[in-house]
Protein backbone atom coordinates (compact mmCIF):
# COMPACT_ATOMS: atom_id res chain seq x y z
CA UNK A 1 0.00 0.00 0.00
CA UNK A 2 1.37 3.56 -1.10
CA UNK A 3 2.00 6.01 0.90
CA UNK A 4 0.58 9.55 0.41
CA UNK A 5 2.29 12.47 2.20
CA UNK A 6 -0.31 14.93 4.08
CA UNK A 7 -1.12 18.15 2.00
CA UNK A 8 2.09 21.01 1.90
CA UNK A 9 1.12 24.12 4.28
CA UNK A 10 2.90 26.75 2.05
CA UNK A 11 3.12 29.38 5.21
CA UNK A 12 6.08 26.55 5.84
CA UNK A 13 7.42 27.19 2.97
CA UNK A 14 10.80 29.33 1.81
CA UNK A 15 9.71 32.67 0.77
CA UNK A 16 10.78 32.30 -2.70
CA UNK A 17 8.82 28.81 -2.57
CA UNK A 18 5.69 30.28 -1.84
CA UNK A 19 3.15 30.48 -4.88
CA UNK A 20 1.98 33.91 -5.67
CA UNK A 21 -1.20 32.89 -6.88
CA UNK A 22 -3.83 32.01 -4.76
CA UNK A 23 -4.11 28.29 -3.49
CA UNK A 24 -7.71 28.53 -2.36
CA UNK A 25 -10.53 29.05 -4.62
CA UNK A 26 -10.47 33.46 -4.82
CA UNK A 27 -12.23 35.89 -6.05
CA UNK A 28 -11.72 39.25 -8.33
CA UNK A 29 -10.78 41.27 -5.41
CA UNK A 30 -9.32 38.48 -3.38
CA UNK A 31 -6.78 37.19 -5.73
CA UNK A 32 -4.07 38.70 -4.17
CA UNK A 33 -4.22 36.83 -1.19
CA UNK A 34 -2.18 34.32 -1.90
CA UNK A 35 1.01 32.93 0.19
CA UNK A 36 3.68 35.24 -1.10
CA UNK A 37 1.33 37.90 -0.36
CA UNK A 38 2.11 40.62 2.23
CA UNK A 39 0.13 43.55 3.52
CA UNK A 40 2.98 45.99 2.29
CA UNK A 41 2.69 44.84 -1.43
CA UNK A 42 -0.74 45.79 -1.93
CA UNK A 43 0.61 49.48 -0.34
CA UNK A 44 3.82 49.49 -2.56
CA UNK A 45 1.62 48.96 -5.37
CA UNK A 46 -1.10 51.58 -5.12
CA UNK A 47 2.02 53.98 -4.44
CA UNK A 48 3.70 52.93 -7.75
CA UNK A 49 1.26 52.39 -9.70
CA UNK A 50 -0.31 56.20 -8.10
CA UNK A 51 3.55 57.58 -9.36
CA UNK A 52 4.01 56.50 -12.85
CA UNK A 53 0.22 57.30 -13.52
CA UNK A 54 1.19 61.14 -12.13
CA UNK A 55 4.92 61.34 -13.96
CA UNK A 56 2.85 60.31 -17.39
CA UNK A 57 -0.12 61.99 -17.72
CA UNK A 58 1.78 65.23 -16.51
CA UNK A 59 3.99 64.62 -19.37
CA UNK A 60 1.21 64.03 -21.77
CA UNK A 61 -0.44 67.37 -20.55
CA UNK A 62 2.06 69.58 -21.33
CA UNK A 63 2.70 67.20 -24.70
CA UNK A 64 -0.85 68.00 -25.31
CA UNK A 65 -0.98 71.19 -23.97
CA UNK A 66 2.51 72.20 -26.46
CA UNK A 67 0.14 70.66 -29.82
CA UNK A 68 -2.84 72.81 -29.32
CA UNK A 69 -0.33 76.09 -28.93
CA UNK A 70 -2.08 76.60 -25.82
CA UNK A 71 -0.76 79.66 -23.17
CA UNK A 72 0.39 77.81 -20.17
CA UNK A 73 0.29 81.15 -18.21
CA UNK A 74 -3.01 80.29 -17.70
CA UNK A 75 -1.83 78.14 -14.96
CA UNK A 76 -0.01 80.49 -12.99
CA UNK A 77 -3.56 81.92 -12.57
CA UNK A 78 -5.32 78.40 -11.41
CA UNK A 79 -7.44 78.37 -14.86
CA UNK A 80 -8.29 75.64 -16.85
CA UNK A 81 -6.80 75.96 -20.32
CA UNK A 82 -8.74 74.41 -23.22
CA UNK A 83 -8.86 71.59 -24.37
CA UNK A 84 -7.74 71.17 -28.14
CA UNK A 85 -7.42 67.60 -30.29
CA UNK A 86 -3.44 67.24 -28.99
CA UNK A 87 -4.47 67.65 -25.51
CA UNK A 88 -7.72 65.59 -25.66
CA UNK A 89 -5.86 62.86 -27.39
CA UNK A 90 -2.82 62.73 -25.66
CA UNK A 91 -4.95 62.41 -21.90
CA UNK A 92 -6.67 59.76 -23.96
CA UNK A 93 -3.02 57.86 -24.43
CA UNK A 94 -1.49 58.58 -20.69
CA UNK A 95 -5.18 56.56 -19.14
CA UNK A 96 -4.51 53.74 -21.89
CA UNK A 97 -0.75 53.39 -20.81
CA UNK A 98 -2.41 53.10 -17.33
CA UNK A 99 -3.06 48.88 -18.74
CA UNK A 100 1.23 48.41 -19.11
CA UNK A 101 1.44 50.27 -15.57
CA UNK A 102 -1.67 48.06 -13.65
CA UNK A 103 0.16 45.03 -15.05
CA UNK A 104 3.78 45.41 -14.81
CA UNK A 105 3.36 47.07 -11.32
CA UNK A 106 1.45 44.10 -9.88
CA UNK A 107 4.13 42.13 -11.69
CA UNK A 108 6.63 44.06 -9.86
CA UNK A 109 5.15 44.20 -6.07
CA UNK A 110 3.16 41.11 -6.16
CA UNK A 111 5.05 38.87 -8.54
CA UNK A 112 1.68 37.66 -10.64
CA UNK A 113 2.31 37.90 -14.03
CA UNK A 114 0.42 40.54 -16.10
CA UNK A 115 -2.45 38.48 -17.31
CA UNK A 116 -3.52 37.67 -14.14
CA UNK A 117 -4.78 41.51 -13.64
CA UNK A 118 -7.31 41.13 -16.19
CA UNK A 119 -9.24 38.11 -15.18
CA UNK A 120 -9.25 34.81 -12.62
CA UNK A 121 -8.54 33.06 -15.33
CA UNK A 122 -5.51 34.79 -16.59
CA UNK A 123 -6.04 36.99 -19.36
CA UNK A 124 -8.83 38.59 -21.56
CA UNK A 125 -11.77 36.50 -22.49
CA UNK A 126 -12.29 37.61 -25.77
CA UNK A 127 -15.33 35.81 -26.55
CA UNK A 128 -17.23 37.01 -23.29
CA UNK A 129 -16.33 40.52 -23.98
CA UNK A 130 -17.53 40.23 -27.66
CA UNK A 131 -20.98 38.86 -26.38
CA UNK A 132 -21.32 41.71 -23.73
CA UNK A 133 -19.95 44.54 -26.32
CA UNK A 134 -22.48 43.52 -28.97
CA UNK A 135 -25.57 43.62 -26.30
CA UNK A 136 -24.67 46.66 -24.59
CA UNK A 137 -24.01 48.81 -27.77
CA UNK A 138 -27.40 48.97 -29.44
CA UNK A 139 -28.30 50.19 -25.75
CA UNK A 140 -25.97 52.93 -25.70
CA UNK A 141 -26.49 53.65 -29.14
CA UNK A 142 -30.43 54.26 -28.98
CA UNK A 143 -30.18 56.05 -25.66
CA UNK A 144 -27.28 58.47 -25.85
CA UNK A 145 -27.44 58.72 -29.57
CA UNK A 146 -30.98 59.23 -29.37
CA UNK A 147 -30.53 62.20 -26.86
CA UNK A 148 -27.39 63.66 -29.37
CA UNK A 149 -30.51 64.02 -31.59
CA UNK A 150 -32.76 65.56 -29.62
CA UNK A 151 -30.62 68.15 -28.01
CA UNK A 152 -29.42 71.69 -30.00
CA UNK A 153 -27.45 70.94 -33.78
CA UNK A 154 -27.41 74.64 -34.24
CA UNK A 155 -23.26 74.80 -33.59
CA UNK A 156 -22.89 71.10 -35.27
CA UNK A 157 -20.90 70.79 -38.13
CA UNK A 158 -17.43 69.48 -40.14
CA UNK A 159 -14.49 71.43 -38.15
CA UNK A 160 -11.08 71.60 -38.54
CA UNK A 161 -10.50 69.35 -36.13
CA UNK A 162 -13.21 66.60 -37.27
CA UNK A 163 -10.80 63.72 -38.98
CA UNK A 164 -8.67 64.12 -36.27
CA UNK A 165 -10.76 63.49 -33.38
CA UNK A 166 -12.90 61.02 -35.19
CA UNK A 167 -10.43 58.33 -36.02
CA UNK A 168 -8.45 59.51 -32.19
CA UNK A 169 -11.96 59.01 -30.88
CA UNK A 170 -12.45 55.44 -32.10
CA UNK A 171 -8.34 54.29 -31.59
CA UNK A 172 -7.88 55.70 -28.12
CA UNK A 173 -10.92 55.60 -26.08
CA UNK A 174 -11.95 52.05 -25.94
CA UNK A 175 -8.26 51.69 -24.39
CA UNK A 176 -8.36 55.15 -22.61
CA UNK A 177 -11.62 53.68 -21.24
CA UNK A 178 -9.50 49.79 -20.37
CA UNK A 179 -7.31 52.05 -18.97
CA UNK A 180 -9.12 53.53 -16.27
CA UNK A 181 -10.82 50.26 -15.16
CA UNK A 182 -6.81 48.24 -14.61
CA UNK A 183 -5.71 51.14 -12.61
CA UNK A 184 -9.14 51.68 -10.45
CA UNK A 185 -11.17 48.05 -10.76
CA UNK A 186 -7.87 46.17 -11.48
CA UNK A 187 -5.12 47.30 -9.50
CA UNK A 188 -6.75 49.52 -6.53
CA UNK A 189 -9.85 47.00 -6.52
CA UNK A 190 -7.40 44.04 -5.47
CA UNK A 191 -5.15 46.06 -3.43
CA UNK A 192 -7.92 47.24 -1.13
CA UNK A 193 -9.87 43.62 -1.08
CA UNK A 194 -6.05 41.84 -0.10
CA UNK A 195 -6.38 43.60 2.88
CA UNK A 196 -9.28 41.64 4.45
CA UNK A 197 -9.28 38.12 5.51
CA UNK A 198 -13.24 38.12 4.68
CA UNK A 199 -14.03 37.62 0.50
CA UNK A 200 -17.58 39.82 1.00
CA UNK A 201 -15.71 42.03 3.04
CA UNK A 202 -12.84 42.70 1.33
CA UNK A 203 -15.78 43.59 -2.02
CA UNK A 204 -17.30 45.88 0.22
CA UNK A 205 -14.17 47.64 0.84
CA UNK A 206 -13.09 47.58 -3.00
CA UNK A 207 -16.22 48.88 -3.96
CA UNK A 208 -15.97 51.61 -1.36
CA UNK A 209 -12.68 52.95 -1.76
CA UNK A 210 -12.40 52.42 -6.06
CA UNK A 211 -15.90 54.37 -6.17
CA UNK A 212 -14.48 56.85 -4.07
CA UNK A 213 -11.02 57.45 -5.91
CA UNK A 214 -12.59 56.92 -9.14
CA UNK A 215 -15.21 59.97 -8.57
CA UNK A 216 -12.11 62.10 -7.33
CA UNK A 217 -10.28 61.26 -10.25
CA UNK A 218 -12.61 63.05 -12.66
CA UNK A 219 -12.34 66.59 -10.09
CA UNK A 220 -15.94 67.39 -10.35
CA UNK A 221 -17.98 70.11 -8.30
CA UNK A 222 -21.27 69.14 -9.29
CA UNK A 223 -23.33 67.31 -7.57
CA UNK A 224 -25.47 65.28 -9.78
CA UNK A 225 -21.86 64.28 -11.91
CA UNK A 226 -20.41 63.31 -8.60
CA UNK A 227 -23.48 60.86 -8.48
CA UNK A 228 -23.10 59.69 -11.62
CA UNK A 229 -19.54 58.67 -11.58
CA UNK A 230 -20.08 56.93 -7.83
CA UNK A 231 -23.12 55.08 -9.90
CA UNK A 232 -20.44 53.56 -12.75
CA UNK A 233 -17.70 52.44 -9.88
CA UNK A 234 -20.82 50.42 -8.47
CA UNK A 235 -21.55 48.98 -10.96
CA UNK A 236 -18.29 48.00 -12.67
CA UNK A 237 -17.07 46.90 -9.62
CA UNK A 238 -20.21 44.50 -8.91
CA UNK A 239 -20.05 43.37 -12.96
CA UNK A 240 -16.10 42.30 -12.40
CA UNK A 241 -16.66 40.56 -8.66
CA UNK A 242 -19.64 38.97 -10.67
CA UNK A 243 -18.23 37.67 -13.51
CA UNK A 244 -14.60 37.35 -12.72
CA UNK A 245 -12.94 40.08 -14.75
CA UNK A 246 -12.63 43.54 -15.58
CA UNK A 247 -14.26 42.56 -19.38
CA UNK A 248 -17.96 43.69 -18.21
CA UNK A 249 -16.49 47.04 -16.68
CA UNK A 250 -14.38 47.89 -19.88
CA UNK A 251 -17.24 47.31 -22.20
CA UNK A 252 -19.89 49.44 -20.97
CA UNK A 253 -17.15 52.03 -19.72
CA UNK A 254 -15.62 51.84 -23.45
CA UNK A 255 -18.76 51.73 -25.63
CA UNK A 256 -20.48 54.61 -22.95
CA UNK A 257 -17.15 56.78 -23.80
CA UNK A 258 -17.26 56.54 -27.56
CA UNK A 259 -20.75 56.95 -28.08
CA UNK A 260 -20.64 60.08 -25.49
CA UNK A 261 -18.55 61.55 -27.47
CA UNK A 262 -19.59 61.12 -30.91
CA UNK A 263 -20.22 64.77 -31.20
CA UNK A 264 -16.95 65.87 -30.32
CA UNK A 265 -15.47 65.73 -33.90
CA UNK A 266 -18.21 68.20 -35.02
CA UNK A 267 -18.42 70.94 -31.98
CA UNK A 268 -16.25 73.22 -29.59
CA UNK A 269 -15.63 70.73 -27.25
CA UNK A 270 -13.08 73.51 -25.70
CA UNK A 271 -14.42 73.39 -22.06
CA UNK A 272 -15.51 69.62 -21.88
CA UNK A 273 -13.13 69.37 -18.91
CA UNK A 274 -15.06 71.90 -16.98
CA UNK A 275 -17.41 69.69 -14.25
CA UNK A 276 -17.90 72.79 -11.67
CA UNK A 277 -21.17 73.09 -9.97
CA UNK A 278 -23.94 73.71 -12.51
CA UNK A 279 -22.72 72.18 -15.12
CA UNK A 280 -24.92 68.97 -14.53
CA UNK A 281 -28.35 68.59 -14.01
CA UNK A 282 -31.14 66.49 -13.69
CA UNK A 283 -31.05 64.59 -17.11
CA UNK A 284 -27.94 62.66 -15.84
CA UNK A 285 -30.60 60.68 -14.27
CA UNK A 286 -30.73 59.56 -18.26
CA UNK A 287 -27.04 57.47 -18.10
CA UNK A 288 -27.65 56.58 -14.85
CA UNK A 289 -30.31 54.65 -15.42
CA UNK A 290 -28.75 53.31 -18.65
CA UNK A 291 -25.87 51.88 -16.37
CA UNK A 292 -28.29 49.83 -13.97
CA UNK A 293 -29.83 48.56 -17.26
CA UNK A 294 -26.65 47.99 -19.06
CA UNK A 295 -25.77 46.26 -15.41
CA UNK A 296 -28.56 43.86 -15.60
CA UNK A 297 -28.25 43.17 -19.13
CA UNK A 298 -24.30 41.47 -18.12
CA UNK A 299 -26.38 39.79 -15.09
CA UNK A 300 -28.73 38.36 -17.01
CA UNK A 301 -25.94 37.11 -19.60
CA UNK A 302 -23.42 36.10 -16.60
CA UNK A 303 -26.52 33.50 -15.49
CA UNK A 304 -26.72 32.23 -18.93
CA UNK A 305 -23.08 31.98 -19.89
CA UNK A 306 -21.63 31.68 -16.71
CA UNK A 307 -18.22 32.87 -16.06
CA UNK A 308 -15.56 31.46 -14.27
CA UNK A 309 -15.51 33.95 -11.09
CA UNK A 310 -13.34 32.20 -8.78
CA UNK A 311 -9.82 30.25 -9.27
CA UNK A 312 -6.64 28.88 -7.48
CA UNK A 313 -3.69 28.51 -9.89
CA UNK A 314 -1.48 28.38 -7.38
CA UNK A 315 -2.74 25.23 -6.23
CA UNK A 316 -1.10 22.85 -8.91
CA UNK A 317 2.08 24.99 -8.02
CA UNK A 318 1.98 23.84 -4.51
CA UNK A 319 1.21 20.16 -5.47
CA UNK A 320 4.11 20.41 -7.71
CA UNK A 321 6.08 21.23 -4.74
CA UNK A 322 4.62 18.16 -2.45
CA UNK A 323 4.95 15.80 -5.66
CA UNK A 324 7.59 13.26 -5.14
CA UNK A 325 11.11 13.49 -7.15
CA UNK A 326 12.20 10.97 -8.78
CA UNK A 327 14.16 9.01 -6.93
CA UNK A 328 15.16 11.34 -4.11
CA UNK A 329 11.67 10.95 -1.94
CA UNK A 330 9.67 13.81 -1.10
CA UNK A 331 10.65 17.47 -1.81
CA UNK A 332 10.65 19.10 0.38
CA UNK A 333 7.28 17.59 2.45
CA UNK A 334 7.78 15.45 5.20
CA UNK A 335 9.37 11.88 5.48
CA UNK A 336 7.67 8.89 4.73
CA UNK A 337 7.20 6.07 8.06
CA UNK A 338 9.27 3.52 8.21
CA UNK A 339 8.55 0.49 7.26
Known sequence: MSWTPPPLDPRRLPAHLQP?????????????????????????????????????????????????????????????????????????IALALCIPISMVTAWVCVQQRPRWLSSVVGGIRWGWLGRLALALAPLWILVIGG??????????????????????????????AAGEEYLVRGLLGRA??????????????????????????????????????????????WLTWRTGGLEAAIAIHAIHNTVSMAL???????????????????TVLIPMALLLVGGAVVEFLARRRRPVVTSAPGRRELEALAAPGPGYGWVPGPTPPPR
Open 20 to 92: ALPVDESDFYAFWRAPRYRWWKGVLAVLMAAFLFLVTSTIAQFIGWSIDGVDLSVLARFEIPPVGPGFFLANN
Open 147 to 176: SHLLGPLDDVRVRDHTVVMIVGILLTTPLQ
Open 192 to 237: VGSWFRSPVFGFAASTTVTALVFMAMHGAGDPWLNAFYIVFALVGS
Open 264 to 282: LPFVDFSDMFNREAGVGDV
